[in-house]
């Protein structure tokens, strides 16, 4: 079976509300809000519209190579803090757009107090450190 390509909002909320402390919002009248510590990791149009267009935080290091690939372009308004936004989905898969959603909500989540990281609870990747 072929990987599926791009990432439906139903699969992008069922990912999120599998994340500790996650929160979804609507801001900015149509933009689907995904937050951690009330800190955005990813955003995308509420209505599916813009061909599922996706954007998201990711590590400083890895900023310029994904903005070189097609398909993936700095974020607007949010490119100094190292977002990206994928403007053609379709061309990676459903498992490549988790793995960077999941990224950021670990950028995010890292720059909480530790406080509010230890009430978030554990996260399987911290296992890993």
């Known amino acids: 079976m072929a990987a599926s390509k791009g990432m439906t909002v139903a699969q992008l909320e069922a990912l999120c509300g599998r994340l500790p402390g996650a929160t979804r919002d609507i801001k900015w009248g149509a933009d689907l809000v995904f937050s951690v510590g009330g800190k955005m990791f990813a955003v995308t149009p509420a209505d ?3 061909a599922g ?5 990711v590590p400083d290091d890895r900023f310029l190579e994904l903005t070189d ?4 372009i700095a974020s607007p308004y949010l490119a100094r803090a190292r977002w990206v936004s994928v403007v053609e989905p379709r061309r ?13 909500y670990g950028l995010v989540r890292a ?5 509010m990281q230890a ?3 554990p996260w399987p990747t911290e ?3």
Do not use: C, V, Y
């Open 127 to 129: 296992k890993a450190k």
């Open 69 to 72: 690939q097609p398909g993936i």
């Open 92 to 104: 990676f898969t459903t498992a490549e757009l988790a793995t960077h959603i999941e990224t950021s």
């Open 48 to 50: 599916s519209s813009e």
């Open 119 to 121: 009430e978030l609870g």
């Open 53 to 57: 267009r996706l954007a998201f935080k």
């Open 111 to 115: 720059r909480l107090t530790k406080k």
